[in-house]
């Protein structure tokens, strides 16, 4: 059974930085790709970075280029997304996916 579960987010004050995790079972995680996707309520689910299954490419939503840096550890079957200097566009869900299959997110809150 494939599943993948967030942890990181939480409250953070405009500059501030959090990681998310994501820690993924049930499938042969070197082998796929993964994304982190967010959500705002109301709006449609926006990729925000992704990463190739051994970790040498890496693709970033632009207005995040810069202050986030998706990475992965296929030792651990985890992907992470470090993220700096947030702002209040940053606030959402993020979610997790790879193989076709979401978490079920992970809240980060971006407030003074």
């Known amino acids: 059974q494939v599943q993948l579960v967030e942890s990181g987010g939480g409250l953070v004050q405009p500059g501030g930085s959090l990681r998310l995790s994501c820690a993924a079972s049930g499938f042969t995680f070197s082998n796929y790709a993964m994304k982190w996707y967010r959500q705002v309520p109301g709006k449609e689910r926006e990729w925000v970075a992704s990463?190739?299954?051994?970790?040498?490419?890496?693709n970033y939503l632009d207005s995040v280029k810069g202050r986030f840096t998706i990475s992965r550890d296929n030792t651990k079957n985890t992907v992470y997304l470090q993220m700096n200097n947030l702002n209040a566009a940053d606030t959402a869900v993020y979610y997790c996916w790879g193989m076709g299959t979401w978490g079920q997110g992970t809240q980060v809150t971006v407030s003074s």
């Open positions: 990463i190739s299954s051994v970790g040498y490419l890496k």
